[in-house]
């Protein structure tokens, strides 16, 4: 039935705190339609991200948390706080329980706590939505737009290490079929355990002059928003992209390409050149790949206002759209 969970019912979705903050001097409760966070000695700076997420079905709520952490982190922040937004298609308490539970352990794994939200059933969906907003707190905010000419452009883990998880699980059967091995599939599944870019920007936000993190039209997509941001000229090697060898198997069997899709889990730093050593020394001691995969260009900020991508010398115009969403669309609609 349309409309907002009842109390028993919400109480399970209240269950989904994350980690504890004595921070927050009004957590989620029933009644309760707003958070207090007290912010005396916190960073100088709050950063607040939010965004929904849909697809993905069978780990929703892990990858909405990360997804608006990773963008507070790509900001130069401590993620510490977040609001869940949850849209059911139906009360089934299985369907809830799954979703809060993934929430809930992706939180605590960050070290984030839920401070409030709101949950309700919408039967026009055919899927969970959760919404997330997270902030965080920083002395030094990172824009996605300081990226200045001689600066190298870095990337963390490698391309579509979010599209490889989803593929992985939600396309299994369509990845079998076209030749992945299942124990391929199994590794390319633990991907998602990669997704958050928290540990990423930690370790790098120090010596970037812009930070941003690929989400949807991957790779490709993330270089054209921080070029437009940042009015520059960027050249890049897709050679010296990193895409894993389950990335590379996956997208290969269902003809999507690892720089043009889902990409969360992967960090874009630019860095100056005399820092690079130091950022990628920084993630080699966090446990974390990183590679360099490109220049700023010099030039007049005001000559590439709109910003100018080249791949292998190819310019790239636009955004691509993300290659996954043709399989769901296909998918959708019985082919």
Same mark, same amino acid.
């Given at each position: 039935?349309?409309?907002?969970?009842?109390?028993?019912?919400?109480?399970?979705?209240?269950?989904?705190?994350?980690?504890?903050?004595?921070?927050?001097?009004?957590?989620?409760?029933?009644?309760?339609?707003?958070?207090?966070?007290?912010?005396?000695?916190?960073?100088?700076?709050?950063?607040?991200?939010?965004?929904?997420? &849909?697809?993905?079905?069978?780990?929703?709520?892990?990858?909405?948390?990360?997804?608006?952490?990773?963008?507070?982190?790509?900001? /130069?922040?401590?993620?510490?706080?977040?609001?869940?937004?949850?849209?059911?298609?139906?009360?089934?308490?299985?369907?809830? %329980?799954?979703?809060?539970?993934?929430?809930?352990?992706?939180? %605590?794994?960050?070290?984030?706590?839920?401070?409030?939200?709101?949950?309700?059933?919408?039967?026009?969906?055919?899927?969970?939505?959760?919404?997330?907003?997270?902030? /965080?707190?920083?002395?030094?905010?990172?824009? &996605?737009? =300081?990226?200045?000419?001689?600066?190298?452009?870095?990337?963390?883990?490698? @391309? @579509?290490?979010?599209?490889?998880?989803?593929?992985?699980?939600?396309?299994?059967? #369509?990845?079998? #079929?076209?030749?992945?091995?299942?124990?391929?599939?199994?590794?390319?599944?633990?991907?998602?355990?990669?997704?958050?870019?928290?540990?990423?920007?930690?370790?790098?936000?120090?010596?970037?002059?812009?930070?941003?993190?690929?989400?949807?039209?991957?790779?490709?997509?993330?270089?054209?928003?921080?070029? &437009?941001?940042?009015?520059?000229?960027?050249?890049?090697?897709?050679?010296?992209?990193?895409?894993?060898?389950?990335?590379?198997?996956?997208?290969?069997?269902?003809?999507?390409?690892?720089?043009?899709?889902?990409?969360? /889990?992967?960090?874009?730093?630019?860095?100056?050149?005399? %820092?690079?050593?130091? @950022?990628?020394?920084?993630?080699?001691?966090? =446990?974390?790949?990183?590679?360099?995969?490109?220049?700023v260009e010099a030039g007049e900020r005001e000559e590439a206002a709109e910003g100018t991508v080249r791949i292998d010398?190819?310019?790239?115009?636009?955004?691509?759209?993300? #290659?996954?969403?043709?399989?769901?669309?296909?998918? #959708?609609?019985?082919?």
């Open positions: 039935m349309t409309g907002k969970l009842g109390p028993e019912s919400l109480a399970t979705a209240l269950a989904a705190t994350g980690a504890a903050d004595s921070a927050v001097t009004q957590g989620p409760a029933y009644g309760e339609d707003a958070a207090a966070i007290d912010l005396t000695g916190a960073g100088e700076t709050l950063v607040v991200a939010a965004d929904p997420l &849909s697809l993905a079905a069978e780990s929703v709520g892990t990858l909405a948390v990360h997804v608006a952490c990773n963008d507070v982190a790509a900001s /130069g922040a401590d993620p510490r706080w977040l609001t869940h937004t949850l849209f059911l298609p139906d009360d089934d308490p299985d369907r809830l %329980r799954t979703v809060v539970d993934q929430v809930d352990a992706t939180a %605590r794994d960050i070290g984030l706590s839920v401070v409030g939200g709101h949950t309700e059933v919408l039967d026009a969906l055919d899927r969970p939505l959760c919404s997330m907003t997270a902030m /965080g707190t920083t002395d030094r905010f990172v824009s &996605s737009g =300081g990226a200045e000419p001689g600066d190298r452009l870095l990337l963390t883990k490698g @391309a @579509a290490i979010e599209a490889t998880a989803i593929l992985a699980t939600d396309f299994r059967e #369509e990845c079998l #079929e076209a030749g992945v091995s299942a124990a391929t599939l199994d590794a390319a599944a633990d991907f998602l355990d990669e997704v958050s870019v928290v540990p990423d920007a930690a370790a790098v936000r120090d010596a970037a002059t812009a930070l941003h993190d690929p989400t949807e039209g991957g790779v490709a997509t993330a270089l054209v928003e921080m070029a &437009s941001a940042s009015g520059a000229a960027f050249a890049v090697e897709r050679d010296a992209v990193p895409v894993r060898p389950e990335t590379r198997a996956c997208c290969d069997a269902l003809g999507v390409d690892p720089l043009a899709t889902f990409g969360s /889990g992967a960090l874009l730093a630019a860095v100056p050149p005399e %820092r690079v050593d130091e @950022a990628l020394d920084a993630l080699d001691a966090a =446990g974390i790949e990183g590679a360099e995969i490109g220049v010398g190819e310019p790239l115009a636009e955004p691509p759209r993300d #290659e996954l969403y043709p399989l769901w669309e296909a998918r #959708e609609a019985g082919e």
